[in-house]
């Protein structure tokens, strides 16, 4: 049972691809009962019922935190410093959406305009939300702005900083005194050299880390302790696309062959 | 006093970067001895006692911890699939040094040699460890390898997968069972497009959140997560280079002008 209606569901979820447009709707919603009961059917299959419950449990009160918190607590900006060249654009672009994934609200680039704005409002466009993309003629300008705007932060995430969780439990601890409306963060992220004003300006230098690595990963690490991993839950207004997170062949049960992974296109996205 | 003795120590520290290799080592020593007063005495400045007793615990506490998990706790490699294109290599890099800062032991890239290795090393002979980059010619063979040579577990990162807690719970229960020896993780990562085959050979398919972004992100996340960030405060034998952690106008106290950020070379590693 378990194998026939996961099979049925990803056919159906492949051929409503194949035959793009035209009653899409019908299909996935259809794709998705089949799917979701197949689901829940396959994972008691694996599970006893201890672990059942133990995970069931997990995953309850995971939800309840989310519920919780479902209030946006920070309004993030990320400011990408010394994006200049062409062999910077897939790192920018990723950067963006790093940002827009781990819960930051906008970038801002500083150097000239190009293709970064249109591969992230692309993302934007399908998987929702409000993420903003601008660029700034100098990073100077873009911190004074946002700080005559802003009541917030200023972070400079750089190796040579001080160690995350200090500076996150100094952080937590000025956020603690702050009503809603200031709880606003603005976020430095370097390229290769970084102006030594930038070390000066910001309220805190913090390193993920005292080692070489990637501004990418920096930033994500960043956000995912600063929103203590509850940016991983949050969910996207007006997605046309979403992930049906897909539980296989769990540890210690059978192979469970599915040949495609899922993607379901909904048209009114009520939360992951 | 305070800046004065700042000033004196990255002055020292600036002319000793100038004159290359004289002297160095007694320059820096008496540079470090200099800082780490100020440095000292620039905390009390603007921390009332008891924010730098609280501080003094927290950092005094996580020394313990680290301490008292300083046995390596997992042996794990990193597979990057799918890496082809010169326009790969910046991102295959980062993800290689990623690894290595988030605590994992070697890189395989599938793919054509190139100077990846070469970068990723250069790093290694500075800043120390025993990371191993190597490649291979087909992804399906590395697998096989691997699982022939370690008894541990396959983790693939995925947008599609389950969600990051859930694995995690279910990682962490498996390990918990095993000896010091068989704790390795093969894991990972694909580049644009993955051979369905990787989803079923793995034992978990894990996504970090549901929203396209990075697989360097995912990598971070994932590592920092598995280690629950103990892996920031590794220490990576013969280090020519390490960063000393620099505190800086704390939030709240005025504005200190350092002019440099400080690099201390020395010749013996002895921890960060």
């Known amino acids: 049972v378990v194998h026939t ?20 709707k019908e ?28 995970r069931d449990d997990l995953e309850g009160g995971m939800k309840e935190n989310i519920k919780a918190s479902s ?38 680039l500083t150097g000239k305009e190009d293709d970064i704005a249109h591969s992230i409002n692309k993302v934007v466009e399908r998987w929702g939300g409000h993420f903003k993309v601008s660029f700034s003629q100098s990073w100077k300008k873009a911190i004074e702005e946002w700080k005559s705007s802003h009541n917030g932060l200023v972070i400079h995430l750089t190796m040579y900083g001080e160690e995350l969780d200090n500076a996150l439990a100094l952080i937590n601890e000025h956020f603690d005194k702050c009503s809603g409306s200031n709880r606003s963060l603005l976020v430095i992220v370097g390229a290769e050299k970084v102006p030594p004003e930038v070390y000066v300006i910001s309220d805190f230098n913090v390193s993920v880390g005292h080692q070489p690595h990637s501004e990418i990963a920096a930033l994500a690490v960043f956000l995912d302790r600063l929103y203590r991993g509850k940016e991983l839950y949050s969910t996207f207004d007006e997605a046309k696309i979403r992930i049906l997170p897909m539980t296989r062949k769990d540890f210690g049960g059978k192979n469970l062959r599915i040949k495609k992974r899922v993607e379901v296109v909904v048209s009114d996205e009520s939360g992951i």
């Open 5 to 24: 209606d996961i099979i049925i569901g990803t056919t159906l979820l492949f051929f409503s691809r194949q035959n793009k447009r035209e009653k899409k």
């Open 27 to 54: 299909r996935n919603s259809t794709a998705m009962k089949v799917l979701e009961k197949a689901s829940s059917i396959n994972r008691s299959y694996f599970l006893s019922e201890r672990k059942q419950k133990e």
């Open 71 to 108: 209030a946006k607590e920070y309004y993030i900006t990320v400011l990408r410093l010394g994006h200049r060249l062409v062999r910077d654009e897939r790192m920018s672009t990723h950067l963006g959406l790093v940002a827009r994934a781990f819960g930051a609200d906008e970038l801002i």
